[in-house]
């Protein structure tokens, strides 16, 4: 079983939509769990940053951890044209440094 | 702008060629990396420098040789590269290795080994 597992999609939805993104893990030692998104010919930068469970939020997006269920979730409210691009997950562990990425899901929302 | 360039942005090489990658930030950090982001697989990390002193290999071949001459760049140096070696190589910094989830990524070399 890989370690992280997120669909690879593509996903593409109609402007204005409301977008759940999604990683499952099989590590209950992760406690950090972050989102990137990555633009065309770009390097990844980072969306969103979680410790431990619960929820975050930062304008239209929100990051959810269910550690219980070993799930971490990303939704983007009022999707934009802008908001195109590959969305990875990653995880780590406490006291180390290696982060482990889902393979991503390339998004596109159509205007 | 991210802060980390890289170059070459594209290279392509046959088999028996020697290249290098280099990537340099600017923006102070004391923690550099190296990926490599294939297609349909997960970023992986190949190499993590910290203060110029390499702390992780993750079971890299040989035929990858990292090279850290300072705190601002850091360099790939690639011979008898294999056609499944072909991936964007991406390099990333962070302020120190327990950031490293605030790492930024530079845009990346695409690689082609013919």
């Known amino acids: 079983q890989k370690e992280v597992e997120q669909d690879p999609g593509p996903l593409s939805v109609p402007e204005g939509a409301i977008v759940s993104l999604n990683c499952t893990y099989s590590?209950?030692?992760?406690?950090?769990f972050m989102w990137y998104r990555q633009y065309s010919r770009k390097g990844p930068e980072l969306l969103m940053y979680?410790?431990?469970?619960g929820n975050k939020e930062d304008g239209r997006f929100t990051a959810q951890v269910d550690k219980s269920s070993k799930y971490i979730s990303l939704f983007i409210r009022d999707s934009q044209p802008s908001d195109s691009a590959t969305y990875l997950c990653?995880?780590?562990?406490?006291?180390?440094?290696?982060?482990?990425f889902g393979k991503g899901t390339k998004l596109t929302v159509n205007p | 702008e991210t802060g980390v360039t890289q170059t070459p942005r594209h290279l392509v090489m046959g088999m028996t060629n020697k290249k290098s990658l280099k990537c340099e930030q600017h923006?102070?950090?004391?923690?550099m990396y190296w990926y490599k982001q294939s297609a349909k697989k997960p970023l992986e990390l190949m190499f993590v420098?910290?203060?110029?002193?390499?702390?992780e290999n993750n079971s890299v071949p040989s035929r990858f040789s990292p090279e850290c001459p300072n705190s601002s760049h850091l360099f790939l140096h690639l011979h008898t590269l294999q056609p499944e070696d072909s991936a964007l190589y991406l390099c990333?910094?962070?302020?120190?290795?327990?950031?490293?989830?605030?790492?930024?990524f530079g845009p990346g070399t695409r690689l082609l080994v013919l």
């Open positions: 990333a910094s962070s302020q120190d290795r327990a950031t490293v989830e605030t790492q930024y």
């Open positions: 923006l102070g950090h004391n923690a």
């Open positions: 979680t410790y431990s469970s």
């Open positions: 990653a995880m780590r562990q406490g006291g180390s440094e290696k982060l482990v």
């Open positions: 420098y910290s203060l110029e002193e390499r702390v």
């Open positions: 590590n209950s030692a992760f406690q950090y």
